[in-house]
């Protein structure tokens, strides 16, 4: 007998503080067994999505599928991707929500949506039985990572259009943890929270990495060290930070607590259906709740366990604006290998750690940011915060790397030593030698939110100057 779908959840159920897992009988199943239940909910949104959304129903009968195309997982694979490009555009054509809101606009409970700073805001209308398989969701996965009824948890992130925070504390909520939303962005809230968190003494803490690591240099600015808060549990999203090595193992270094990695995109709420467990082997799949496919950026076919790919989502239980094949244009490996939780879901070992329009090309060399990231983090004397500028000097492309040195480093030897330890071990990682560039503590722009550390400057510099007037690559 097939379940019934949309799935409902007893709102009231909690597992016993002890268990590790919120349903074992899914999270912990033979892949074979769950695949039948992921199988039957991806039957039962395809066929709503096809019934209820123009979007989707021409998209799919012009590369000739229909729900009776979906015999097994492996068909999917036959149902054409959908890009960001193409929601926007629908949302053009049919606002507010575009003609994939698969409800009446009348039952939409709550609109988030994007910011627009890199194009048209993209619109998120969320039904209010969605809402609460959101919080369903968050709260299964949240206990995966350790949090418990017990916890006092401080979401320190924008609470506005952005979705994550939100969807933070509304699984915060349905775990029966004790939610402490102070938020993030006005001037003078990271000391305020600082304040805040040593009187009241959170145990676990939700914001960017790199919000928490200024978090922690505020807190150190008030001659609190970081340790005293508490922090057991330190989850995150919106940037690879806390799936970086070196940065994972600072910012539980800092706060004692454990880095746990989380994310995927806010269409896909609930996003933290890539997220790491307790025991922080990469993040897990939790593919009963969100479907994904590691794929092949050319062809949008899986790749094999193993190998290097996108991830490309599928809803499976979202009646109001379903996600179906949404490529994320993240850059993962991913592996089925087992994870000491127990749980059976294939995982990404290294977490989401690029983009593929984040990546550049410096001498035929691919390079990510993160990798820049995690070498600097895993060197002593480096201060905190870097940017990277590439630029082009004739017809060499130049890799600008402008990192702070840690407040001990004043002496010359030393800050000489410093940045050739920087340029060497960034030649080893990336295979382009960079200028190194050393700067004193606090000079780099820190961030509330998401990390925008690379300017390149390759297009302007054939007008002769980079984006802020300078030539920033010396002969």
């Keep these: 007998m097939t379940p019934a779908w949309p799935p409902r959840y007893d709102a009231a159920w909690l597992p016993a503080p002890e268990a590790e897992h919120w349903a074992p009988e899914l999270e912990c199943a033979k892949p074979a067994e769950r695949e039948a239940v992921i199988l039957g909910k991806l039957r039962a949104q395809v066929q709503w999505a096809w019934e209820r959304s123009p979007f989707y129903r021409r998209a799919w009968e012009a590369a000739g599928v229909s729900p009776a195309t979906l015999r097994t997982l492996a068909d999917l694979r036959r149902f054409p991707v959908i890009q960001k490009a193409d929601l926007r555009a629908a949302q053009a054509a049919h606002p507010p929500f575009g003609d994939y809101l698969c409800i009446a606009p009348g039952e939409v409970a709550r609109i988030h949506g994007t910011s627009g700073t890199t194009g048209r805001p993209t619109v998120f209308g969320v039904g209010r039985d969605d809402w609460e398989r959101i919080?369903?969701?968050?709260?299964r996965i949240l206990w995966g990572a350790g949090i418990r009824p017990g916890d006092t948890v401080l979401v320190a992130s924008f609470f506005s259009l952005y979705l994550g925070s939100w969807g933070a504390l509304k699984g915060c909520e349905r775990l029966g943890a004790t939610a402490f939303p102070f938020g993030a962005g006005l001037p003078g809230q990271t000391l305020m929270a600082v304040q805040w968190a040593r009187d009241l003494a959170p145990t676990a803490f939700y914001g960017t990495p790199s919000y928490a690591l200024h978090f922690a240099e505020t807190a150190r600015r008030e001659g609190i060290e970081p340790r005293a808060f508490?922090?057991?549990t330190l989850f995150f999203s919106g940037e690879p930070g806390a799936g970086i090595p070196a940065t994972k193992r600072l910012i539980e270094e800092t706060f004692g607590g454990r880095c746990i990695d989380m994310g995927s995109m806010a269409e896909m709420t609930p996003w933290m259906t890539n997220a790491e467990c307790r025991h922080r082997t990469g993040m897990h799949l939790w593919q009963d709740l969100v479907?994904?496919?590691?794929?092949?950026?050319?062809?949008?076919?899986?790749?094999?366990?193993?190998?290097?790919?996108t991830p490309v989502y599928t809803h499976l239980e979202r009646t109001s604006q379903p996600m179906i094949r949404l490529v994320s244009g993240d850059v993962a490996r991913w592996t089925d290998e087992p994870c000491p939780c127990g749980r059976t879901y294939p995982r990404l070992p290294h977490g989401l750690y690029g983009r593929l329009d984040d990546m550049f090309i410096v001498r035929g060399e691919n390079v990510y940011p993160s990798a820049i990231e995690d070498v600097l983090r895993a060197i002593d004397g480096f201060g905190g915060e870097f940017s990277v500028i590439v630029s082009r000097r004739e017809a060499m492309d130049e890799l600008l790397v402008r990192a702070e040195h840690a407040g001990d480093v004043a002496d010359g030897p030393a800050r000489v030593r410093l940045a050739q330890t920087m340029k060497d071990r960034l030649r080893a990682r990336l295979g382009v030698t960079p200028i190194v560039e050393l700067v004193s503590p606090g000079t780099l722009p820190r961030t509330e939110f998401k990390a925008r550390r690379v300017v390149d400057d390759r297009d302007l510099y054939r007008q002769g100057t980079g984006r802020d007037g300078e030539r920033h690559v010396r002969p």
């Design 230 to 232: 508490g922090l057991r």
């Design 135 to 139: 919080g369903e969701a968050h709260a």
């Design 291 to 309: 479907y994904t496919e590691v794929c092949d950026p050319a062809t949008w076919q899986p790749v094999p366990y193993g190998d290097e790919g």
